[in-house]
């Protein structure tokens, strides 16, 4: 896959619940395959790199999801301006909560069927991640319910 193919797929899987930047993807598969885990393939169209993986980067990719993952950390923009709100006017306070509501309510409808895409295609670990996702933007939305 190309680092746009690679995107684009990481982005289904993946972008429900982990963020990603195109210039992270580009800058690390170099550095993957000088590390011998991905290898270049021949140059493809407006010179697009294909790329794929060797059995060191599965090895490598194996032994990471052995790993202590450690913890994540919570930051939630909302949440901060909530931690803020005796120095905002309630109109400031009802438009945050009400953008929020809306971004948390088209994320869900969104994820919500991306992750019936995937139990559809037998994804079922994909799905199980999703499901993470789904659970977040139903708590989002309780919590700005509870507060407006």
């Given at each position: ?91 400031q ?35 199980v ?20």
């Amino acid at each position: 896959m190309t680092g746009g193919q690679l995107m684009a797929e990481a982005d289904r899987r993946l972008g429900a619940y982990w963020s990603m930047t195109r210039s992270q993807v580009y800058r690390e598969l170099p550095a993957l395959a000088s590390m011998g885990y991905v290898k270049m393939g021949r140059p493809g169209p407006r010179s697009s790199q294909p790329y794929s993986i060797t059995p060191a980067g599965k090895r490598a990719f194996t032994r990471w999801l052995t790993e202590d993952p450690g913890h994540e950390a919570i930051r939630n923009p909302i949440a901060l301006r909530a931690a803020f709100g005796a120095y905002q006017t309630s109109a400031q306070l009802t438009q945050t909560y009400a953008r929020a509501s809306e971004y948390h309510n088209e994320a869900l409808a969104h994820i919500r069927e991306v992750t019936k895409e995937m139990k559809k295609d037998g994804d079922d670990s994909a799905a199980v991640a999703s499901d993470f996702a789904i659970g977040y933007h139903k708590a989002a939305l309780a919590w700005l319910k509870a507060i407006k």
